[in-house]
C-alpha cells in the first residue's frame, strides 16, 4: 500500500520511492520522510504523496541455489569482512588488499590530527600508494571526508585511478587535458565538474594554469593526495617557473585549516633547503621557519613526517618484508633499422656543425646543451628527436653563460620541469 501522509513510518523501516530502496531515518514526520538509500550515504527528503511505499523483496528459489564451492566464497567473504570490521578501522572491511604492519604508520599519524596535515616520504617500494590509499579509505568510511582529488603527473593518472578502485572501491575519473572536454559535456549550467565527480585524478600540469586552477580552488574536495610532492615546490635554483606554479596551488590548498592533505614523495629533501621547508610548510606553518636541529623543531616535524628506508622495515613488528637485495643487470646490444641509423647520422653531424662553428658566450652555451638534448632525445626514439627539433630550447632566453649553464644542465639531467607535460596523456 502507498504510504498516506497522515500515517506514522517506523525510523529504520525500509521503503519503496523513485524506483529504489531507501531506510527511513530519525527526523521523518508524518508529512516529511528522511531517506538514506540502501548502499549509499546520501540523505533526501521525500513527500508522502511521492508514490512512497514499503518495500518488499523476494523470497529466494530453488533457482538461487548455488553449488558448495560459491557457499564457501561467501562465507570466506563474509568470515574476513567480519574479522576486518571488527578492528579499529572502518574501511578494512571494504578494501581488497591487506596491509603490511609498517603501512599503518601514516594512518595512525593521520588519526590522530584533528585536520590531516601528512607528508609520507617512504623509500621506492615500500607502498607510498597503499598508504595514502588507506588514509582516504578510512577518512571517508569514517565521513570526515566526501570527496577525494589526488594531484598526479599525468603518467601516473591511470595507474592511480586503478589502484583507487582495485584496491579501495574508490571510483575516480580522470581530469587530464585529453578529458576534461569530455567531462564537460554533460554539466548543467554553471556547475563544475569537480561539483559532478565526487572523487577524481587530476593532472597537476594541467590544473597549475590560471584558467583552470581558480575553479579548481574554489570547488576542490576536502581531501587531497599529491603524488611525487617534491616536484611541486619551488626552490632556491633557477628555472623554477613551473614548479612555481604548481607551490601557488598546492600554498592556496593548504591555506585552508579545514582541508585534509596528503603529500607523498621518495625523495622529500634533494639538497635545497628552501624547497624542503616550503614542502613541510604546507602540512604547518610553522614547520616553513623551525629549526630542525633543535628538539622543538625535530618534535614538530614528527607530527607530520614519515621516512622509512627498506632496512628499516625488513623486520617489523615481528613480521618480514621481502625486498630484492640485488638486481641483475644484462646489456643485450641492437641494431638500429636503416632509416633510423641515417636519422642518427644526420642529427649526429648537425649536433658536431653547431658546437664547432666558433660561436662562444651565452649563445655558445645554449647550442652545446642544446645539442646534448637532441643527442640524448634521439637515443630514446625518432619520435622524441622529431619533437625536441620543434621545440624552442629551454635555455634560449638566458641572459649570461651561468644562467645557460643551469637551464641546460637541468633540462638535460632531468632536474627541471616540462611546461609542456599537460599534454603527455
Not at 597503499?130 to 598526479?152: D, M, N, S, W
Not at 599529491?226 to 619551488?234: G, L
Not at 642529427?347 to 651565452?362: I, K
Not at 645539442?371 to 619533437?387: K, W, Y
Amino acid at each position: 500500500m502507498t504510504v498516506t501522509p497522515t500515517a506514522e513510518v517506523a525510523v529504520g523501516s525500509l521503503v519503496r520511492a523513485r524506483g529504489r530502496e531507501w531506510v527511513v531515518l530519525p527526523g521523518t514526520t508524518a508529512d516529511f520522510l528522511l531517506l538514506q538509500p540502501l548502499g549509499g550515504d546520501e540523505v533526501v527528503g521525500v513527500f508522502p504523496d511521492e508514490g512512497v511505499e514499503p518495500a518488499t523483496f523476494p523470497l529466494p528459489t530453488a533457482a538461487d541455489l548455488g553449488d558448495s564451492a560459491s557457499t564457501d566464497l561467501l562465507r570466506t567473504a563474509l568470515r574476513v569482512g567480519f574479522t576486518a570490521s571488527a578492528g579499529p578501522f572502518r574501511s578494512l572491511a571494504g578494501i581488497s588488499v591487506s596491509p603490511r604492519s609498517y603501512q599503518y604508520v601514516p594512518l595512525l599519524m593521520a588519526l590522530r590530527q584533528e585536520t590531516t596535515r601528512l607528508l609520507i616520504a617512504d623509500d621506492v617500494g615500500i607502498g607510498k600508494t597503499i598508504e595514502a590509499g588507506l588514509v582516504a579509505a578510512e577518512l571517508l568510511a569514517q565521513g570526515t571526508v566526501r570527496r577525494l582529488a589526488v594531484l598526479c603527473s599525468p603518467a601516473l593518472a591511470e595507474q592511480w585511478q586503478r589502484e583507487l578502485a582495485d584496491k579501495f572501491g574508490i571510483d575516480a575519473v580522470l581530469v587530464l587535458a585529453s578529458t576534461v572536454k569530455s567531462l564537460e559535456r554533460g554539466l548543467m549550467l554553471n556547475e563544475s565538474l569537480f561539483d559532478r565527480y565526487p572523487h577524481v585524478v587530476v593532472s597537476t600540469d594541467f590544473i597549475k594554469s590560471d584558467r583552470h586552477r581558480h575553479d579548481f580552488l574554489l570547488r576542490c574536495p576536502d581531501l587531497v593526495i599529491v603524488d611525487e610532492a617534491h616536484n611541486s615546490v619551488a626552490g632556491s635554483g633557477i628555472g623554477q617557473r613551473s614548479r612555481h606554479q604548481r607551490y601557488e596551488l598546492l600554498r592556496a590548498l593548504a591555506e585552508d585549516p579545514t582541508r585534509h592533505l596528503v603529500l607523498a614523495t621518495a625523495t622529500p629533501h634533494s639538497g635545497d633547503d628552501t624547497a624542503f621547508a616550503n614542502l613541510v610548510g604546507l602540512c604547518n606553518p610553522a614547520l616553513a621557519t623551525a629549526d630542525l636541529a633543535t628538539g622543538p623543531g625535530r618534535a614538530l616535524l614528527a607530527q607530520h613526517f614519515v621516512q622509512r628506508r627498506r632496512a628499516d622495515i625488513r623486520h617489523y613488528l615481528d613480521e618480514d618484508t621481502p625486498f630484492p637485495k640485488d638486481r641483475l643487470t644484462l646489456d643485450v646490444p641492437y641494431t638500429l633499422s636503416p632509416d633510423y641509423r641515417d636519422l642518427f647520422d644526420d642529427v649526429l653531424h648537425y649536433a658536431r656543425e653547431q658546437v664547432r662553428d666558433g660561436v662562444n658566450g651565452t649563445r655558445g652555451r645554449v647550442r652545446w646543451w642544446s645539442a646534448l638534448g637532441l643527442l640524448r632525445a634521439l637515443a630514446s626514439s625518432p619520435t622524441a628527436a622529431s619533437a625536441t627539433l620543434r621545440t624552442r630550447a629551454a635555455n634560449a632566453e638566458a641572459t649570461d653563460p651561468e644562467q645557460a649553464d643551469a637551464l641546460g644542465r637541468a633540462a638535460v639531467l632531468d632536474s627541471s620541469d616540462d611546461e609542456g607535460l599537460e599534454g603527455i596523456d
